[in-house]
């Protein structure tokens, strides 16, 4: 499909794209082409090394697992078992809270991956329960599987066992929360977004999303992080009055910035092309009846943590 846009239909830009593997394989044809790829979610950490013409508005799980392996170590709690869904950003997501957690001086204990696809999450979470581990990391793909997870952990009796449960955002997606109810009560995670996040240009995002969509939609940090790579695009064609190659569009990219996100300030480091974001450490609470998502502690302007430990070859 990215080849026929190119090819065919003379795209300028493509834009999107929600799976890692697809990101992995367009990204060649970038390269090729000279089209800029502006990926608004797939977070595979080094997707953006396999072309110089791929940018990102998302995260990578990297961004989001070694803080919270490093918070949850802060906690006090000594021994980690860790749950991931079996493809990049599982492995991205294993390998970053692994890091940060051994670096704060914490144990792995255990570790499971598992199919990406309609998975039956209940032997792994009983083999979590059986090497009681003081925390559990777990990462599904955001959506239906969040809910299915969250489930398994209730029905196998996890946390009242002992261990506690942390994540990324993608456990929780607020449009997965009414869903998931009051069994993702307690829960810890990082993140780049969510619709209760108190800040004026997330007020701004919710109520054109409001008006747009009229309550038949929940926004979510997909939602945000697509508003941004669209916010980033228009920024471009106004800079360059709608006429750039692309080249010229990728250096405007790689050093472009804004304090007008719906999830505060971020810019784009041009050493990478990857994105520069503040992440939250969130907890779920249940809120009037419904399960929300609170944050009570930030790390400010982070840097894609595995690029940093894993400098490119010149």
């Known amino acids: 499909m990215a080849q ?30 000279k089209v800029p790829l502006i990926i608004t979610n797939a977070a595979g950490a080094g997707i953006t090394r396999i072309s110089p013409y791929v940018t990102r508005t998302s995260f990578t799980l990297w961004q989001e697992g070694a803080p919270m392996g490093a918070w949850a170590a802060k906690q006090g709690w000594k021994k980690a078992f860790t749950a991931v869904s079996d493809f990049i950003p599982g492995h991205d997501a294993e390998g970053a809270f692994t890091k940060g957690f051994k670096d704060a001086g914490g144990e792995i204990v255990g570790a499971v991956r598992f199919p990406p696809a309609n998975p039956d999450f ?41 261990t506690k449960i942390v994540s990324t955002q993608d456990l929780v997606p607020d449009e997965e929360l009414p869903n998931i109810g009051e069994v993702g009560e307690g829960l810890i995670t990082a993140g780049t977004y969510t619709i209760y996040g108190d800040r004026p240009a997330n007020k701004a995002f919710l109520a054109a999303w409001e008006k747009e969509y009229q309550g038949k939609v929940i926004a979510d940090f997909l939602s945000a992080h697509g508003w941004d790579g669209m916010m980033m695009v228009f920024d471009m064609v106004k800079a360059t009055k709608g006429k750039f190659t692309g080249d010229e569009a990728m250096k405007f990219f790689s050093t472009w910035k804004t304090d007008n996100s719906p999830r505060g300030s971020i810019s784009i480091d041009p050493a990478t092309r990857d994105i520069v974001q503040d ?36």
């Open 4 to 33: 026929e846009l190119i090819t065919r239909d003379r795209v300028q830009l493509l834009f999107g794209i929600v799976a890692s593997p697809v990101a992995a394989a367009v990204a060649p044809l970038t390269a090729e082409a």
């Open 122 to 162: 209940a032997p792994f979470v009983q083999r979590i329960k059986d090497a009681k581990p003081d925390v559990a990391f777990l990462w599904v793909p955001a959506g239906a599987q969040a809910t299915g997870m969250m489930k398994a952990v209730r029905d196998l009796g996890l946390r009242e066992a002992g």
């Open 279 to 314: 992440i939250y450490i969130r907890r779920n609470e249940m809120k009037g009846g419904k399960l929300v998502t609170t944050e009570f502690d930030v790390i400010k302007a982070v840097r894609d943590p595995w690029k940093e430990a894993n400098p490119e070859k010149k």
